[in-house]
């Protein structure tokens, strides 16, 4: 059974950090494209990130500010997210789809396996 587990979220100061982890069990996930996505309250679910077999991609809005990596000995996708403004106050979502799709990496439809979401609250 394929299972993604976030973990990683809370609360912290605008400027802060935080280091969300994907843990995946069922799945390699070195033969994946696995993304991040966030939703905020009210608003639609965007993409974030994402990583496939040592490339990345970014949305514009988190470029140069988050990184995504994976530690494939831990099947395991961070996202480093540095300089957090309370724009990017949202739950958080690790998502996996085929590598194929990484060309095409932020159409959430795309992904057929989610995991539960953490939260991330950016507040003073």
């Known amino acids: 059974q394929v299972q993604l587990v976030e973990s990683g979220g809370g609360s912290v100061q605008p400027g802060g950090s935080l280091r969300l982890s994907c843990a995946a069990s069922g799945i390699s996930l070195s033969d994946r494209a696995i993304g991040w996505f966030r939703q905020a309250p009210g608003k639609e679910r965007e993409a974030v990130a994402c990583?496939?077999?040592?490339?990345?991609a970014y949305a514009d809005f988190v470029k140069g500010r988050f990184t995504i990596s994976t530690d494939n000995s831990k099947n395991t996708v961070y996202l480093q997210m540095n300089s957090l403004q309370p724009e990017d106050t949202a739950v958080y979502y690790c998502?996996?789809?085929?590598?194929?799709?990484?060309?095409?990496?932020?159409?959430?439809?795309?992904?057929?396996?989610w995991g539960q979401g953490t939260q991330v609250t950016v507040s003073s």
């Open positions: 990583i496939t077999s040592g490339d990345t």
């Open positions: 998502a996996t789809t085929q590598k194929w799709f990484f060309s095409v990496w932020s159409t959430a439809q795309l992904y057929g396996r």
